[in-house]
């Protein structure tokens, strides 16, 4: 069942056993596995069936630190969340990413790898994926890795059918819960907003927050602040640790042979580092994108190349000259050191029109992450040398310590952090099984848990997590 | 002059300039690896790549 508004549901009498915030592809995911299992569930979503700058403006906020997205551009606000504008790359995080790294601090997950894998077929369906190749090691430091470019599902629309008919899911529309009211141990009610008023509250026995990578911190730091504490009684890295994938180009690339590596259908192809490779340097996990470069690009490339290594200047106009693709563009995303001074906090000078402070999101990049790009890129260039695939050359910036460039793509819209998974509470807000420490009936799904990020795309990696929560919760309630 | 030259014969001083050339020939010089990873002006190459 889809309702418009929280007048239009409160007509019908179900009563929801598990009340789910958000409708993005956690929220959905999780609505599913949970109506499949005979739980009936509401999932109640802010925005509307179509995009709205009014619903917008409700994720108006802004970012200290580092040059950052406008906070109400990099995510949507109505049925189906951010899958609504997702390019659909997707991959899931590797089994190194779920490992501590003793070089930096804070890392490693409470869950391995092994804890999603069972989901994943599930997630190919839903994300209409075909199976991953596995990694191609062209080195003992560096992996071709596959990154694939899916349909790029848009959960509003794929799912509404089914969500329509369904008998256990009702997804309400037009409704922000605009905080959770709790008494240290269980979340007792939702607190909601719909058609610019105050609408009252909701009750269910289970609250699940999908409200994405930013807007979760804001919620449960808004409930806790609302409630003293009755929310996330152990709140100490609640906002903490948020992270994102920054993205710059680094570099060029000269090929030997352009069709050593496979490139997808936009002429693209992906490295990684190998874990020894990330111990051996200290360094964090990237992702290396190679895009062909365009004709213009490749000419400078030459006259750059002429002046250093005039043989293998020439040899690239005589491959350019017979029309083979010979040079690319290098972008780097990298995975970020977990940082707890990365953080959503609660403005205090400014709030929405349903009175819920706005985001301030404090954001920087640090030196380990500027050291991960540099000595990545090395590394990278190292491998191509070796194996005699191709000559690398680092962007100027990088080389001589310069200020990160401002008019690239920053990062990936991403958010990720805010309300870790782990074991100590100190650290993280939310167990293995994404339950709140301290709270029974209160969990949270969505990116907002990862530990660390990874180098890749996050939401392949999040609609498995959702999976699994699912089950999970179908276990834990019983029918 | 210094102490040491003055101590030595114009003869030995001369016999030591003429064997010095050939003196270095003897001297072992690492041999450049021409596989070598060398980075200049941001190019990551091989030594070989240089010439
Ligand atoms: C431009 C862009 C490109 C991207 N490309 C990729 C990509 O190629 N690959 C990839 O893996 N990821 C990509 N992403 C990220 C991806 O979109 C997110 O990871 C994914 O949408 C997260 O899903 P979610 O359900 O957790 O959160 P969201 O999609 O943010 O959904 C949250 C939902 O909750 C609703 N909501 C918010 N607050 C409340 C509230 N208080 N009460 C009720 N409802 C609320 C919102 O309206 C929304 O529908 C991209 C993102 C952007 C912006």
């Not at chain 1, 999932?43 to 906070?71: I, K, N």
């Not at chain 1, 042979?257 to 190998?274: I, L, M, Q």
């Not at chain 1, 500027?370 to 990278?380: A, Q, V, W």
């Not at chain 1, 339950?435 to 969990?443: F, I, T």
Request: hydrophobic content about 40%; aromatic content about 10%; charged content about 20%.
């Amino acid at each position: 069942m889809i309702f418009d508004s929280y007048e239009a549901f409160r007509a019908v009498n179900f009563t929801a056993k598990v009340c789910i915030l958000g409708s993005g592809p956690t929220g959905t995911t999780i609505a599913r596995k949970l109506g499949a299992a005979g739980i009936p569930v509401v999932v109640l979503e802010a925005g509307s069936r179509e995009f709205s700058d009014d619903s917008q403006d409700f994720y108006r906020g802004v970012t200290v630190g580092d040059p950052y997205f406008d906070l109400d551009i990099t995510r949507l606000r109505f049925m189906g969340g951010s899958s609504n504008h997702w390019a659909g790359w997707c991959r899931v995080l590797d089994s190194q990413d779920f490992e501590p790294k003793a070089w930096a601090p804070d890392t490693g997950w409470p869950i391995s790898r092994a804890d999603i894998e069972p989901y994943l077929s599930e997630v190919h369906d839903i994300l209409e994926l075909p199976d991953f190749r596995p990694d191609v090691p062209i080195s003992d430091d560096i992996r071709w890795v596959q990154l694939i470019k899916s349909p790029a599902v848009r959960f509003g629309e794929k799912f509404a059918d089914e969500l329509d008919k369904s008998r256990n899911v009702a997804v309400v529309l037009n409704t922000y819960a605009t905080e959770l009211a709790g008494d240290g141990r269980r979340v007792t009610s939702a607190k909601l907003w719909s058609n610019g008023q105050d609408a009252g509250s909701f009750t269910a026995d289970y609250f699940i927050a999908c409200t994405g990578g930013l807007e979760n911190s804001r919620l449960l730091l808004w409930s806790n602040q609302r409630s003293n504490g009755g929310v996330v009684p152990k709140a100490t890295a609640l906002g903490r640790y948020w992270m994102e994938h920054p993205t710059f180009e680094g570099g060029n690339a000269i090929l030997a042979d352009y069709s050593a590596f496979e490139v997808d259908a936009t002429n693209e192809a992906f490295f990684s580092p190998t874990l020894a490779a990330m111990e051996r340097l200290e360094i964090m996990n990237f992702g290396i994108r190679l895009i062909e470069t365009p004709y213009p690009g490749v000419k400078r490339i030459i006259a750059d190349l002429a002046c250093t290594a005039p043989e293998m200047a020439e040899w690239v106009s005589y491959q350019l000259s017979q029309d083979l693709r010979c040079a690319a563009q290098l972008y780097v995303a990298w995975e970020q050191a977990p940082l707890a001074s990365n953080q959503v906090q609660l403005s205090k000078a400014d709030v929405d029109h349903a009175g819920v402070p706005r985001i301030e999101l404090h954001w920087k990049k640090s030196e380990l992450e500027r050291r991960t790009l540099l000595e990545g890129l090395r590394l990278f260039g190292t491998t191509l040398v070796q194996k005699d695939l191709g000559r690398v050359r680092i962007a100027d910036w990088l080389t001589n310590g310069g200020d990160y460039p401002t008019n690239e793509e920053l990062a990936g819209h991403h958010h990720m952090g805010g309300t870790r998974m782990g074991t100590d509470v100190t650290k993280s807000v939310v167990d293995a099984n994404s339950k709140v420490h301290g709270m029974d009936n209160l969990y949270v799904g969505g990116s907002s848990v990862f530990c660390t990020s990874g180098e890749c795309n996050p939401t392949t990696t999040i609609v498995a997590l959702a999976c699994r929560l699912g089950d999970h919760l179908s276990k834990v309630i019983g029918v | 002059m210094s102490f040491f030259t003055r101590k030595m014969s114009r003869r030995t001083i001369m016999q030591a300039l003429i064997a010095l050339p050939a003196l270095s020939l003897f001297r072992k010089l690492p041999a450049a690896d021409p596989d070598a990873i060398v980075e200049i002006n941001g190019w990551i190459l091989k030594r070989s790549d240089l010439a």
